[in-house]
């Protein structure tokens, strides 16, 4: 069982920078895959960004390849979104995922565990 806690979303000005954060629960985290969804109202769920078990294999969607960058601390149950370069496009609420699943995975349903969102808003 994995419990997953998102923080880290706000208000920011195109051009600035957020880092979001995946805390989780329970021993199975650190084996597991996780991915970073978002969705802005009226659009489907969006896949991001992906990390492997280890953190050492990365995905990303093409629109956020170069900006966004993700990790994960298996020792403290977490995984980060460093967001850089922010646009007015990336406004939506983020969800951290995590499956039993091969990494890279972008469908949503494929993910079993998933945090309650963080808003993100770019202004322009």
């Known amino acids: 069982q994995v419990q997953v806690v998102e923080s880290g979303g706000g208000l920011v000005q195109a051009g600035g920078s957020l880092r979001l954060s995946c805390a989780a629960s329970?021993?199975?985290?650190?084996?597991?895959?996780v991915a970073w969804f978002r969705q802005a109202p009226g659009k489907g769920r969006e896949f991001v960004a992906g990390?492997?078990?280890?953190?050492?294999?990365?995905y990303y969607a093409n629109s956020v390849k170069g900006r966004f960058t993700i990790s994960r601390d298996n020792a403290k149950n977490m995984v980060y979104l460093q967001m850089n370069s922010l646009k007015p496009e990336d406004t939506a609420v983020y969800y951290c995922?995590?499956?039993?699943?091969?990494?890279?995975?972008?469908?949503?349903?494929?993910?079993?565990?998933w945090g309650q969102g963080t808003q993100v808003t770019v202004s322009s």
């Open positions: 995922a995590a499956g039993k699943v091969f990494s890279g995975r972008r469908n949503p349903s494929e993910y079993d565990y």
């Open positions: 329970g021993r199975a985290f650190s084996t597991y895959a």
């Open positions: 990390i492997d078990w280890s953190g050492g294999i990365t």
